[in-house]
């Protein structure tokens, strides 16, 4: 396919998800189902022309003055380094191309200023974010925002219990991948540029055989900071597919236990195959309606992986920031009551509580703790810069520090830290049983 084939497809598909409110990874795939002569550098670079429009939905509109989707998906192509005029050479002849918008609004595109437009235009949320956003983010919440959008890294955590950074590292040598900035056991490829896509690394030996998986470098700090150790007993409440499982695991050095629940069958079933493959012989799996009871007041530690609005992962997901509604956030603050409660009663005195969430909204974050310790006074909220400082003594303390109910915790961002939005807080059961 020619460029003009594909823009004319990237609009298709933005169109698709807007009639019918539908993910952009449906559209995506449904669009591919039925053009199958598409060949895969034509999907990626179609993915990447609706991608990049849905990171920057409204400034890219606002700036063009047409919000259409044709017009984003233009200067979705222009924003990323094709001038207008070579975009007009290339698409000459194309019987494929979609109409181009008129040229003044390319050449408003190149002009504006987006420290002329509103902050949620240019924070790139709906108008009913930016309060949330600028109370969670503090001053510098637009540009936060901003980044929130880039193109992300991908990022992977190797196997400790399967072999060494350095050993991974030379494998995936092609890929460009490095060592992440601060995770210890991280590696990453950049972001892609242009027309590329990741290396599909899941095909890759070292990932069939357990070496690495793939993990944001948030997550693997946030698993980190819990402080899983040898010997320890652990329970993951919130285990979904594993992810953090395995990072607690991995520390653990197949000495003591870690306790994988989740209320979800469905999200817990991959799960199996990923610990096989990773050798994490000293996990068990509990199932949803398994009796946790035998467990009370016994954990050394329990990681709350919180469900939450993933606000976190837009550079991920960017359709999510467009469909998040107030009411699924207040869901999910309700959920996140709920589960903090019922996994706080497996810690046992002297033991530790980690919070964690994908989310950088303080309602999902501080709020909760906050609300947590005012009901539960056995609990109190650690200082997260002293684990930060132990845990990664090399890497200064770039996050967002938050006072909680006494106690400090971390907000991780793309701006600070170069990872997905996290929010981190881990608490102290009084006592020394
Ligand atoms: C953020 S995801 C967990 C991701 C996982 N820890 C990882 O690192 O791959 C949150 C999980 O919480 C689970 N969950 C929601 N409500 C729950 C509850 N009341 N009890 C236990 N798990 C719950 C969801 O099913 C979901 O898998």
Redesign the pocket.
């Known amino acids: 396919m020619r460029l003009g084939g594909r823009i004319a497809a990237a609009i298709e598909i933005i169109e698709d998800m807007d009639s019918r409110r539908r993910p952009v990874a449906d559209a995506l795939k449904d669009w591919g189902l039925s053009h199958r002569f598409a060949g895969s550098g034509d999907r990626a670079a179609i993915g990447n022309i609706v991608y990049d429009v849905l990171r920057r939905r409204r400034s890219l509109g606002w700036r063009m003055g047409d919000d259409t989707p044709r017009a984003l998906a233009f200067a979705a192509v222009v924003d990323a380094g094709l001038s207008a005029d070579d975009l007009s050479t290339s698409l000459a002849g194309d019987r494929f191309a979609p109409q181009m918008p008129p040229l003044d609004g390319f050449a408003r595109l190149a002009q504006a200023r987006l420290d002329d437009a509103p902050d949620a235009v240019a924070a790139d949320v709906p108008d009913w974010l930016a309060v949330p956003l600028a109370r969670s983010l503090g001053d510098d919440w637009v540009i936060e925002a901003r980044a929130m959008g880039d193109r992300p890294p991908l990022d992977m955590r190797v196997n400790t219990l399967r072999a060494s950074r350095d050993d991974v590292m030379a494998k995936l040598g092609a890929f460009g991948a490095v060592p992440t900035p601060h995770a210890p056991h991280g590696l990453r490829i950049p972001p892609i540029q242009g027309d590329g896509r990741h290396p599909n690394v899941q095909v890759e030996e070292a990932f069939q055989t357990g070496q690495f998986e793939i993990q944001d470098e948030g997550?693997q700090i946030a698993a980190l900071l819990a402080g899983a150790r040898p010997g320890l007993s652990v329970l993951?409440?919130?285990?979904?597919?594993?992810?953090?499982?395995l990072a607690l695991a991995a520390d653990m050095a197949g000495e003591g236990t870690v306790h994988a629940?989740?209320?979800?069958r469905q999200?817990?079933a991959p799960i199996w195959d990923r610990l096989r493959r990773a050798g994490a012989e000293a996990v068990t799996v509990h199932a949803p309606r398994d009796d946790l009871s035998p467990l009370a007041g016994t954990m050394d530690l329990v990681l709350v992986?919180?469900?939450?609005t993933g606000s976190g992962t837009w550079r991920r997901r960017p359709d999510a920031r467009w469909r998040l509604t107030e009411q699924q956030l207040h869901r999910r603050m309700a959920?996140q009551e709920?589960?903090l409660s019922?996994a706080a009663q497996f810690v046992r005195p002297g033991g530790h509580l980690a919070y964690v969430t994908?989310s950088v909204l303080e309602e999902e974050n501080g709020a909760r703790v906050g609300r947590f310790v005012e009901t539960h006074p056995d609990f109190r909220v650690e200082d997260a810069s002293t684990l930060w400082q132990q845990q990664l003594p090399i890497a200064g303390t770039p996050y967002i520090p938050a006072d909680v109910a006494g106690g400090r915790a971390m907000t991780m961002t793309p701006h600070r830290t170069g990872t997905d939005g996290f929010f981190f807080a881990r608490l102290a059961r009084i006592g020394d049983a």
Request: proline letters at 4%; a negative charge; aromatic letters at 8%.
């Open positions: 997550s993951d409440y919130c285990a979904g597919a594993g992810g953090k499982t629940y989740d209320a979800d999200r817990l992986d919180a469900p939450c959920e709920k589960v019922a994908c």
